[in-house]
T-cell receptor
């Protein structure tokens, strides 16, 4: 079945640093999504990407939809303590359903 | 606009029992999906409902079922609970637009003892 690969499992950075996360797949997706999950809460949508090559920003977050449609990256600039959490990538094949395939997530820790 | 609401937040059940979880989608959203989240398997798709019809189904046993009502609210049911069913169950809703992203609720934490 489809799988999304996110690595490493954990990342540790200093406050103020930039961080980049990749997500790769063996399959093509038509939509790439990035979510953040805080403890005890559900995933919150950060950025949605709909076109190969698309580069989209949301504040300090920037994400790109890879040209091959098999990868995406998320960049966080000037990290702050509240960026701590688990970051998930998700791929969607456009159709009559809303099934998402998720990566296992990357746990980000930010040292003050 | 209120977000996706899931009830209850926490549940403790015993093996062999059955459980029903509830989800109210964002107003105007007609698609409701359910996901199971565990530390080992991550987020796994259970099923999706649209206009009271199951539109897609993941690879879970028949003990896992769901339904959607005319007001788009959804319930999922797990019968004959097993220890491995302990997980965070997340509901997500999306709008009608093609590729509309999913918006998740805060989940129901189910513990099976």
């Amino acid at each position: 079945g489809q799988q999304l690969n996110q690595s490493p499992q954990s990342m540790f950075i200093q406050e103020g640093e930039d961080v980049s996360m990749n997500c790769t797949s063996s399959s093509i997706f038509n939509t790439w999504l990035w979510y953040k999950q805080d403890p005890g809460e559900g995933p919150v949508l950060l950025i949605a990407l709909y076109k190969a090559g698309e580069l989209t920003s949301n504040g300090r977050l920037t994400a790109q939809f890879g040209i091959t449609r098999k990868d995406s990256f998320l960049n966080i600039s000037a990290s702050i303590p509240s960026d701590v959490g688990i970051y998930f990538c998700a791929g969607q094949v456009t159709g009559a359903n809303s099934k998402l395939t998720f990566g296992k997530g990357i746990t980000l820790s930010v040292r003050p | 606009k209120a977000g996706v609401t899931q009830t209850p937040r926490y549940l403790i059940k015993t093996r062999g029992q059955q459980v029903t979880l509830s989800c109210s989608p964002i107003s105007g959203h007609r698609s409701v999906s359910w996901y199971q989240q565990t530390p080992g398997q991550g987020l796994q798709f259970l099923f999706e409902y649209f206009s009271e019809t199951q539109r897609n189904k993941g690879n879970f046993p028949g003990r896992f079922s769901g339904r959607q009502f005319s007001n788009s609210r959804s319930e999922m049911n797990v019968s004959t609970l097993e220890l491995g069913d302990s997980a965070l169950y997340l509901c997500a809703s999306s709008g009608a637009g093609r590729g509309s992203p999913l918006h998740f609720g805060n989940g129901t934490r189910l513990t099976v003892t």
